[in-house]
C-alpha cells in the first residue's frame, strides 16, 4: 500500500464501479442469480463490463463519472509508478456465453500499436462456474499451420484445429496475444485483459457479423503460453497468475485483513489494484472514508494512493485481487 506523502496529488479511497451489460448475440436473457438483471427482448447480455471506461463510479467523492474520465484526471493517483498513460490499463468483465463465440485471435502490443492502437491484447479467464464438460478452445493442435487455419476457415472445418481445454471451477487460462481462442457454452468466466477491445474474428459459425481473415493471419502465434495456469499456494493467497500485464489473487479474509496485508510479500511497486468478490458479500471500511459495501460480483478499486483500510467478510466473501503490472 502506498503512503499517500509518496505523490504530490492527494489520496484517493477505494471506490465501487457500477457493472455495464453489454448486449452480445451468444448471451443470456436472464443473468439471475449471479446478477439482477433481465435483458430486453432480443437483445441478450453476453457480458458485464466491471472496470470499462464507461462504467460509472458508484460510491465516493467521485461517484456518477464514469471511470474513463477518472483515469484521465488523476492517472498517477490510481496507477502510481505506471501512470505513463492517462487511460485504465485493464478491462475486467464476466462473460455469460449461451452460445459458441467467435473463433478469434488478439494482436500483441507490436501489432497493435502498428494499426493505431496503444497495446494490444493479452487476457485471462478465471472460471467461476462450469458445468459438467464444460470446455474452451487455447491455442491449436500440434502441426498445424497457417495454411490448415485458411482451409479451415474456408471450408468451416477450423474447429478441427482447436485445442481444447477442459474447465472447472476455480481454474485460471492464459490466453496471451496471438493465441487463437475460443469459449463455448458451460461456463462462466471472469475474463482479465488489457484494455484494448481488438478482436478478429476467424470464424462465427455463420453469424451475420465481419470476419477479419487477413488480420487475424497476421496476428496468430501458432506456439504460444495459452492454457492452464497451474495456481501457486502460499500461506495468505492463492496466486492464479502472475503475467506480464496483471495478476490475479486469491485472498484469504478470515473475518478482517489491513489492506497493507493485501500486498504480496517481495512486491514494491504500488500500483492499481481491484477487489473483486467471486461469492459471498464484503465491507471496505477505513477512518478517511465512508464503509464501501462489496456485494457478491461487485468490484471495487484500490487506487495506488489510497488511505489504509479494512476488508471486512460480512457472508462468506470469496475475494480476488487484481492487480494492474505495466504499462
Not at 492502437?117 to 497457417?146: M, S
Request: include cysteine.
Amino acid at each position: 500500500m502506498a503512503s499517500p506523502g509518496q505523490f504530490a496529488q492527494p489520496a484517493i479511497a477505494p471506490f465501487r464501479i457500477d457493472p455495464t451489460f453489454v448486449r452480445r448475440v451468444w448471451g443470456y436473457p436472464d443473468l439471475r442469480p449471479w446478477y439482477d438483471k433481465l435483458a430486453q427482448v432480443g437483445e441478450p447480455i453476453g457480458e458485464v463490463w466491471l472496470t470499462g471506461d464507461e462504467c460509472v463510479i458508484a460510491t465516493g467523492t467521485h461517484a456518477g463519472q464514469k471511470l474513463g474520465e477518472l483515469f484521465k484526471k488523476t492517472p498517477e493517483a490510481l496507477l502510481g509508478a505506471n501512470g505513463l498513460l492517462p487511460e485504465s490499463p485493464l478491462l475486467i468483465k464476466v462473460i455469460f456465453a449461451k452460445e459458441k463465440l467467435s473463433v478469434q485471435v488478439h494482436p500483441d502490443d507490436k501489432m497493435a500499436r502498428k494499426y493505431g492502437y496503444p497495446r494490444g491484447k493479452t487476457e485471462c479467464w478465471y472460471v467461476l462456474a462450469a458445468d459438467p464438460g464444460a470446455k474452451v478452445a487455447v491455442g491449436l493442435n500440434r502441426g498445424v499451420t497457417l495454411e490448415n487455419i485458411h482451409e479451415g476457415i474456408r471450408e468451416g472445418s477450423l474447429e478441427q484445429c482447436l485445442k481444447m481445454v477442459p474447465v472447472s471451477a476455480g481454474e485460471t487460462i492464459l490466453v496471451d496475444a496471438g493465441t487463437v481462442h475460443a469459449i463455448w457454452p458451460g461456463s462462466i468466466l471472469l475474463e482479465t485483459q488489457q484494455n484494448c477491445d481488438v478482436t478478429y474474428r476467424m470464424f462465427d459459425y455463420g453469424r451475420p457479423r465481419e470476419l477479419h481473415i487477413d488480420r487475424s493471419l497476421e496476428a496468430i502465434k501458432l506456439t504460444t503460453d495459452g492454457g492452464q495456469v497451474q495456481p501457486k499456494v502460499l500461506k495468505d493467497r492463492t496466486i492464479l497468475i502472475d503475467g506480464e500485464y496483471f495478476s490475479l489473487e486469491r485472498l484469504r479474509v478470515d473475518g478482517s485483513r489491513g489492506s497493507r496485508s493485501l500486498v504480496r510479500e517481495g512486491v514494491q511497486i504500488p500500483g492499481l489494484a481491484y477487489l473483486f468478490a467471486a461469492a459471498g458479500a464484503g465491507r471496505i471500511a477505513g477512518k478517511e472514508f465512508a464503509p464501501v459495501a462489496l456485494p457478491a460480483r461487485g468490484i471495487v478499486a484500490v487506487p495506488a494512493i489510497s488511505p489504509d483500510f479494512m476488508v471486512e467478510d460480512l457472508d462468506g466473501l470469496d475475494l480476488i485481487r487484481i492487480t494492474h503490472k505495466r504499462p
